[in-house]
């Protein structure tokens, strides 16, 4: 029996004028393994992410509908799932940069929704964006998808959120500090620790906290 979903993994691959190599660049895998998956090895999760990013619909090739297809016909997909959007928005992970990319969803994932019963989210609360940088190695790899809940503002200490400050995104490990100032922690110790007076920053935005992967996070 075909496998479908290595079947539509390829048909997007081609949609999108890439060859094999391309892709394999694009996502930081090898040929062989673009030609694996296309022949019915198992996609991993976070790869699938990636490919979103560079506008693969990662709904029609898991279910084999465009994700408003599934939404407004299948009443078992409106059961099962709930849709989360991609932004193709890099945020840093050094020591802030502009947050380039699109402002719109450039593609949308499906996330099970007893997965997010289970952790007390909400799909609207969602959305996807992706690292760029080491310093927070090893935790959070360079070009990783980043899950991150924008209903918890709520910055606990010694957990990972995405902050603005301008034009400056920043993901980050966060402390309080005595003064009701915030130190902003690389796990990367090559980078020192950012201070920030969020008493005399007039512009700063808790933009959520990160989610960290686990196996069944992304679908």
């Not at 694009?26 to 790869?47: F, H, M, N, Q, Y």
């Not at 193709?88 to 050094?94: K, L």
């Amino acid at each position: 029996m075909p496998n479908l979903t290595s079947e539509r993994f390829k048909s997007e691959r081609k949609r999108l004028n890439l060859s094999q190599e391309s892709l394999a660049n694009l996502i930081d895998v090898s040929e062989s393994t673009i030609k694996r998956w296309e022949s019915g090895a198992a996609i991993p999760s976070d790869k699938l992410t990636l490919c979103a990013q560079h506008g693969f619909d990662i709904v029609f090739i898991l279910l084999g509908k465009d994700a408003d297809e599934a939404v407004n016909s299948s009443s078992s997909f409106i059961d099962e799932f709930d849709i989360v959007n991609v932004y193709d928005v890099d945020i840093s992970a050094g020591h802030g940069s502009i947050c380039g990319g699109d402002a719109k969803p450039v593609s949308r994932l499906a996330f099970r929704k007893d997965w997010l019963n289970r952790h007390g989210f909400y799909a609207k609360d969602l959305i996807i964006v992706y690292a760029a940088g080491d310093s927070m190695f090893p935790t959070i790899q360079d070009k990783e998808p980043l899950l991150i809940n924008t209903g918890d503002k709520s910055l606990t200490d010694g957990f990972i959120y995405v902050i603005r400050n301008g034009e400056n995104f920043w993901v980050k490990r966060i402390q309080r500090q005595l003064d009701g100032s915030l130190l902003l922690i690389s796990d990367n110790k090559t980078y020192p620790p950012m201070p920030l007076d969020l008493n005399e920053a007039s512009d700063v935005e808790i933009m959520g906290k990160w989610v960290p992967p686990s196996r069944g996070t992304f679908y």
